[in-house]
């Protein structure tokens, strides 16, 4: 019996073979294929970007990758590569000519933005380009091989190859992007597939050559810890800048934290509850009278389950995606109490604000923001905060620094950066010692900038 | 330990004594006498894990044994219950032969501190006030001649040695202040004139700037503070009515209190623009909830010009003045009445306001040490209201003082300073009350977690305390 069974099995086992080696062949074709394709719409951006940090209006240079979206030449990239502060974009196409890119549109709580290739260049020069197809990132599986084309420390057109090293990765960072805010309202995919500087804001694709995800950091220092925001959550992005230049999003004021295995303090059942850490103050949910250590068991009637951190960007997300205004209905626990609170949302504000510089006093400043102002426990939004100072210029020399408050100009709040702008404007005009009221740490000091 | 550098000084250093020897005939006798007036003291800080030694220099006020060590020799936040067994040495003599102290509180007006010698000891001690200046309260002049005393480590018995340097400059701050050429005392000891009188005390904390080279690099700007020895000292006539500042107790108590916040002085330029001439200020950053400024009318951003009707003088450097501010209310006692002249926009107003006892200070703040879940609970005090902006209505809960490392308390992430607002999920109002509950917790041996609610930089936190 043991004799004939075995060749019947060696058999079964050699024809699996078979069909396991056709199948790899016909997927390396598919790869082959998809990859042509891909690479033609993968491109390398170089921005020459303003910066405001040190008392004048500089200029600096960097390197990043993108990936052709649409026909029309919309590229995606990371908002930390292009940004508001981007005043020079060039794009290198497949066939290593270079175009002019203008922004659409960033979002940096996702990390990503969106150009536009210079098109009546493109058709003027009879340049050609295609663009990538995005794959579903749901479907993705840890250990699934995954490719990453981009420019690392300007190696331009690098494809490195790695896999799906966790496909539902939670960080969120308060000043990831250039000082702002990420990641609060996705989870990101994590690869092993080589990510270096440069490589930001290139796709991570399938071996279809079909974009799952857009490069965006790594762990400096670590081997091969990347991350990439999924496409998912890219294409909404797309749709979000293509129609309006920027993606508004509700915020309610609660920092919420894994509830874990605490049910059974709070007396929950398995499963259920979001855990508020803490409320904003004076924001829509401090107003309604939430506080930390309250548990919401449903957001607009859907049940809320925050047992994990990576169960949280997705309840904050489904938040942040209601219209601004809206009214978010909170079933709250507390104690033994259920209460249910009724809060309109506010527009979501990053804690950075507008950067300027005003040449003439030899400063510059970043606007404070109400999230600022909140994180900060200042009495209001009031007030330019100060992030560079020109040695010799009138504000150094009068003794501001890094770090003060302007709170008035000449005994006039500073409610807005216009206000500023034009006072600035009149000391150029009519050059003549003006008087600065900083605040720095809740210490008020008083400065005079002579011309 | 004396630096090696003093070692290689020595040839030279006799060469230039034969040739002087004839005027330093006296210094021998006069240095030993005046040794009499410093003592070594060395107490010990308790705390919920260990016993730590401090050493400090001290100097003698007055016959009844009444030492005065420096205001950087005990941290302020201290409670004095933690201060033990303090043990005073008599320079030179062989430290097995100390006497105890007993300590008496920090004056707000000097920043020193008091202890008492006990008996025995007393009769080897001769206070600094014995030893008068020929010269009486003149003010030292520039190249004028200083010495003083030293003492070395505890191995070597505390002994005394010399120091003398001439005066380079003399400083307000608010009180006149020589900066000799070189080292003339330990801080917190006296100095004395040529002749021996007592001429003032010397203060640490002046550093100097250097520029350290190091091979192959930049040279890198560094300052130096020589923590054993000063050169610098505040003269005998602005620091001797400090001498009988004694405190009443421990707490250092009455305490006089404005309610002003973080004053910050005037920039002349700022005057100038003021048309304020030459006038001297400071601005009032902010007018704290309940205080008797608050009640005076004073608002935040006036500018102090006047205490009393006596404009505020000018200094050099300009941040002087609010030492000048503080000290002045701090020589006053509270129910006194003090008018201030501020300037409110281009208004100027006479505010008059009575001085009230300062709130509790964190000192005083009780604190009880929960050992099984591993912190000590602190009072919430008034300053812990300000550091972290809440109203007087809102203040509430208590503060974790310490941390022990591994305890249940921190591995569950709770850090010193950070503010418990709930236990088990309800609000703890008062001291007491947390304390009960705490205590309830760490009795119940079958308790196997709880929660708490902190508060860190604005932020709350549920923390989950796991007991087993």
Redo the contacts between chains.
């Keep these: 019996m043991k004799d004939s069974l075995l060749p019947s099995i060696t058999r079964k086992l050699l024809l699996c073979a078979v069909v396991v080696l056709a199948w790899t062949a016909v997927s390396e074709a598919a790869v082959s294929r998809g990859f042509t394709h891909l690479l033609e719409a993968v491109v390398r951006i170089d921005v020459r970007e303003e910066s405001f940090d040190s008392g004048a209006r500089r200029f600096s240079a960097g390197i990043g990758s993108g990936v052709i979206v649409s026909d029309d030449g919309l590229i995606l990239t990371n908002a930390h590569v292009a940004s508001p502060r981007s005043v020079e974009l060039s794009v290198t196409l497949a066939s290593l000519e270079r175009v002019n890119a203008t922004l659409v549109g960033w979002d940096h709580w996702t990390d990503l933005a969106l150009l536009r290739i210079d098109l009546a260049e493109v058709k003027r020069r009879g340049l050609k380009f295609t663009h990538a197809d995005f794959a579903n990132s749901d479907k993705l599986s840890p250990g699934q091989t995954v490719y990453a084309v981009g420019t690392p420390h300007g190696l331009t057109r690098t494809v490195t190859r790695g896999i799906i090293s966790n496909n539902r990765r939670f960080f969120a960072d308060n000043r990831g992007v250039r000082g702002y805010e990420t990641g609060l309202f996705n989870t990101w995919l994590q690869t092993d597939a080589a990510i270096n500087p440069g490589n930001s804001g290139g796709p991570l694709v399938d071996e279809q050559g079909r974009v799952v995800g857009i490069n965006s950091r790594g762990y400096l220092g670590a081997d091969n810890l990347a991350f990439a925001i999924p496409s998912n959550i890219a294409k909404r992005v797309v749709a979000g800048l293509t129609a309006e230049g920027a993606i508004t999003r509700s915020y309610i004021g609660i920092?919420p934290?894994a509830l874990?295995d605490?049910e059974g303090?709070?007396s929950l059942k398995q499963n259920t509850g979001l855990?508020i850490?803490?409320?904003d103050?004076g924001s829509p949910a401090a107003k309604a009278g939430l506080?930390?250590?309250d548990i919401v068991l449903s957001i607009n009637g859907a049940p809320a389950d925050g047992r994990f951190p990576e169960q949280l960007p997705p309840i904050l997300n489904s938040i942040a995606s209601l219209p601004v205004g809206s009214p978010v209905k909170l079933v709250v626990k507390?104690?033994e109490q259920t209460t249910t609170s009724v809060v309109a949302t506010e527009k979501l504000e990053s804690r950075q604000g507008e950067e300027w510089a005003f040449e003439k006093w030899g400063l510059t400043v970043r606007k404070v923001s109400r999230a600022y102002a909140?994180?900060n426990?200042l009495d209001d939004d009031t007030g330019l905060l100060v992030i560079g100072v020109q040695p010799g210029f009138p504000a150094a020399v009068?003794?501001m620094s890094r770090g003060d408050i302007i709170t008035k100009i000449n005994?006039e709040r500073v409610a807005s950066l216009e206000l500023a702008k034009q006072m600035h404007a009149d000391f150029v005009a009519k050059p003549a010692?003006s008087?600065f009221?900083t605040?720095t740490d809740?210490?008020?000091?008083?400065?005079?900038l002579?011309p | 330990m004396m630096p090696r550098l003093r070692l290689f000084l020595l040839p030279l250093t006799l060469a230039f004594g034969a040739v002087c020897a004839a005027a330093a005939a006296d210094l021998p006798a006069l240095f030993a006498e005046r040794a009499k007036s410093v003592v070594a003291v060395e107490f010990f800080t308790e705390s919920e894990l260990d016993r730590r030694p401090s050493i400090t220099a001290a100097f003698v006020a007055d016959a009844s044994g009444t030492l005065v060590l420096p205001r950087a020799a005990i941290n302020t936040f201290l409670p004095p219950s933690k201060l033990k067994d303090f043990r005073v040495y008599l320079p030179g003599r062989p430290v097995s032969e100390y006497a105890q102290g007993e300590y008496l509180g920090q004056d707000p007006v000097s920043g020193w501190h008091f202890v008492r010698v006990e008996e025995k000891l007393r009769a080897s001690l001769v206070p600094v006030t014995a030893f008068a200046s020929a010269a009486g309260a003149a003010e030292p002049a520039i190249g004028e001649e200083f010495w003083g005393i030293g003492l070395r480590g505890k191995d070597e018995d505390f002994r005394p040695y010399f120091m003398a340097g001439r005066v380079s400059h003399l400083q307000e701050m608010p009180e006149r202040t020589v900066v000799a050429q070189t080292e003339v005392a330990a801080p917190g000891l006296p100095v004395f004139a040529r002749d021996g009188g007592f001429a003032g005390v010397a203060v640490g904390g002046f550093g100097q700037s250097f520029i350290q080279y190091v091979r192959n690099e930049r040279g890198q700007p560094v300052m130096l503070v020589n923590s054993e020895e000063s050169s610098v000292f505040q003269i005998a006539a602005d620091v001797t009515p400090w001498l009988t500042r004694i405190p009443a107790n421990p707490s250092g108590r009455p305490i006089a209190w404005l309610g002003v916040y973080g004053l910050q002085p005037m920039d002349p330029e700022v005057a100038t623009f003021l048309k304020l001439d030459q006038q001297s200020g400071c601005v009032v950053s902010e007018v704290l909830e309940g205080s008797p400024a608050e009640a005076a009318g004073v608002k935040n951003r006036d500018i102090i010009l006047a205490i009393d009707g006596q404009p505020l003088p000018r200094f050099k450097p300009d941040r002087v003045v609010v030492g000048f501010v503080d000290r002045d209310i701090s020589q006053r006692k509270p129910g006194e009445a003090v008018t201030l002249t501020v300037l409110r926009g281009t208004e100027r107003l006479e505010l008059k306001s009575t001085l009230v006892e300062q709130p509790k200070l964190l000192r005083e703040a009780e604190r009880t040490y929960f050992e099984r879940i591993g912190f000590t609970a602190r009072e919430f005090v008034y300053g812990d209201g300000i550091m972290r902006r809440v109203k007087l209505a809102g203040r509430k809960g208590v503060i974790a003082n310490f941390v022990k490392n591994n305890s249940p308390a921190g591995t569950a992430g709770l850090q010193p300073d950070d503010w418990i607002q709930e236990v088990d999920g309800s609000e703890v109002k008062t001291y007491a009350e947390a304390v009960a509950k705490l205590a309830a917790i760490e009795a119940d041996t079958a308790r196997t977690e709880f929660v708490l609610l902190t508060s860190r930089g604005g932020e709350t936190a549920v923390l989950r305390v796991k007991l087993k």
């Design positions: 920092v934290g874990l605490l303090f709070y855990l850490n803490s409320v103050p506080r930390g250590g507390r104690g909140r994180e426990q009068a003794g005994r010692p008087l009221e605040e809740r210490r008020v000091s008083l400065y005079i002579k």
